[in-house]
């Protein structure tokens, strides 16, 4: 049964999202004829309804016809341009519609940024390398020139829907899950994570649908990842820190004078049992000389004994000396390098041993930007949902 369903407006735009499916190891399949879309034992069918350069009522039609091919999907994702050009608020329409047909309290999600392709949207206002998008080519495009940097003040323009713009500096706590989630962080993992327990039409340009998608277990349900930090540095605790506001991971603390690894297994034992990311940290102060190797060996400890009692789907080590005593406590012969997720933050897989096979990603204390963490523990939860999913 097909899970996903995108409908985008060119063949390109919509190769990209379905690439991102793929990445995930869903069957994707690309159809350009709104009559094959239910013809092929795919979890994710995109459709291309070739309606980028098309007035609105044929460009809306077409969308109907394409949304109501695949009435079964879970998700229904409305592929937008990152420019912002097409019939962004008629297709939007549409598809909601058709949505609502089994959704009634269905809405729209309207995200239009891919950050990894720098378009971003940044207090109201949609940029592409930095530069609102109307002063870009894109507002002098020869067939639907973008006219304005708002998407807010481009739906009002293009549908009747009421559309309203949610910043995150006004945003007010206590009105659900979402909203805390957008109070939080910019980040479309979290809003992702948050927008999962609603029913929307994703309207966005590629990465928001897919991380939706995630969200709500298509294509597999990761097991757990565990970090085990033994780096102290400032950059450090930044990355971890974005990994708690980001992806919802929580830590324990390792104090120097306690070392007690039985004490510690228990307590990221407990974490585990209700959130998908759990860690052990140094925590944040003095430290006496000569106790770095007891600190590494007693967090190897601690990451052999949590593998052993619990099923976890992967290991973020990061500290160049922690990432070998993990491995090393793992009974592991070597590690398989499989990619590097970010400069010198290496992914791949313990080498022989009890735990063969274990996705495992490591790096240096003082390497990556503020992302780094967090990247490098979604490329661990993505091997694990393919391999479950497998």
């Not at 324990?252 to 228990?266: A, E, K, V």
């Not at 990221?268 to 600190?295: E, F, K, N, Q, S």
């Not at 070597?334 to 010198?344: D, I, K, N, Q, S």
Request: proline share 5%; aromatic share 4%.
């Amino acid at each position: 049964m097909t899970e996903v369903l995108v409908v985008a407006d060119d063949l390109t735009g919509g190769n990209a999202t379905g690439a991102l499916f793929a990445r995930r190891g869903l069957r994707t399949v690309t159809v350009s004829d709104v009559a094959h879309a239910g013809r092929h034992a795919a979890d994710v069918v995109v459709v291309n309804t070739q309606t980028r350069h098309v007035s609105g009522e044929p460009a809306a039609a077409a969308v109907r016809r394409a949304v109501t091919a695949v009435p079964a999907a879970r998700l229904v994702i409305k592929r937008i341009d990152t420019t912002l050009r097409g019939n962004i608020g008629a297709e939007l329409e549409a598809a909601l519609t058709v949505v609502r047909r089994r959704w009634p309290a269905a809405r729209a999600l309207f995200v239009p940024a891919y950050p990894a392709a720098d378009r971003t949207t940044v207090d109201g206002v949609h940029l592409i390398d930095g530069v609102p998008v109307a002063q870009t080519e894109a507002g002098r495009d020869p067939f639907r020139p973008v006219s304005t940097s708002r998407p807010v003040e481009l739906l009002r323009a293009q549908t009747a829907l009421p559309a309203c713009e949610i910043k995150l500096a006004t945003v007010r706590a206590g009105s659900g899950v979402l909203t805390r989630a957008l109070e939080a962080a910019a980040d479309l993992t979290a809003l992702a994570a948050a927008a999962a327990e609603h029913d929307w039409l994703s309207v966005d340009s590629g990465p928001f649908g897919a991380a939706l998608a995630a969200a709500k277990g298509i294509g597999g349900i990761p097991q757990p990842v565990i970090i085990i930090a033994g780096s102290a540095t400032g950059r450090t605790r930044e990355q971890l820190a974005q990994t708690e506001r980001v992806l919802g991971a929580r830590f324990i603390d390792l104090y120097p004078h306690d070392l007690d690894p039985g004490r510690l297994h228990q307590g990221l034992a407990a974490l585990l049992a209700d959130t998908a990311i759990a860690g052990i940290r140094v925590a944040d102060g003095p430290m006496a000389a000569g106790l770095a190797a007891d600190i590494t060996g007693t967090l190897g400890e601690v990451a052999r004994r949590v593998i052993a009692s619990h099923r976890v789907g992967g290991v973020y080590a990061t500290g160049g000396d922690v990432s070998a005593a993990v491995v090393h406590a793992l009974g592991a012969e070597g590690f398989a390098v499989e990619t590097e997720v970010r400069p010198l933050a290496v992914a791949g897989r313990l080498v022989g041993g009890p735990n063969h096979g274990l996705p495992f990603a490591a790096k240096g204390g003082l390497i990556g930007d503020h992302r780094a963490a967090v990247d490098c523990v979604e490329h661990l939860r993505l091997a694990s949902a393919i391999e479950r999913k497998l």
